[in-house]
């Protein structure tokens, strides 16, 4: 019996991990948009990716939010409230 409930284990253990890894990449990625590291192409691509992340960060709870915008706030500072384009905050170009 217990080794049929091993592979699930391992494969919560895996998911949580990604589910992890997705949440805090945001703070690097937010980052690079930022700063300009991203061409048009790769910027498109990385808005998709974090799509699902952005929809929560704006229609979730507030304590999620809350979460997010200080997790943000860590890796932007202050660039998150003088409206660049973070990859969280907004889904749109940063500006020029």
Request: glycine letters at 4%; hydrophobic letters at 45%.
């Amino acid at each position: 019996m217990a080794e049929k409930r091993k592979p699930t284990v391992i494969w919560i253990a895996i998911t949580l991990a990604c589910l992890t890894g997705y949440v805090l990449s945001s703070g690097p990625v937010n980052w690079l948009q930022v700063h300009g590291y991203f061409p048009l192409a790769l910027r498109r691509v990385v808005v998709a990716i974090y799509r699902p992340q952005t929809y929560i960060y704006h229609n979730g709870p507030m304590p999620v939010h809350d979460a997010l915008r200080w997790y943000l706030d860590l890796w932007v500072q202050d660039s998150l409230d003088q409206s660049a384009a973070a990859t969280i905050r907004l889904n749109r170009k940063p500006p020029r």
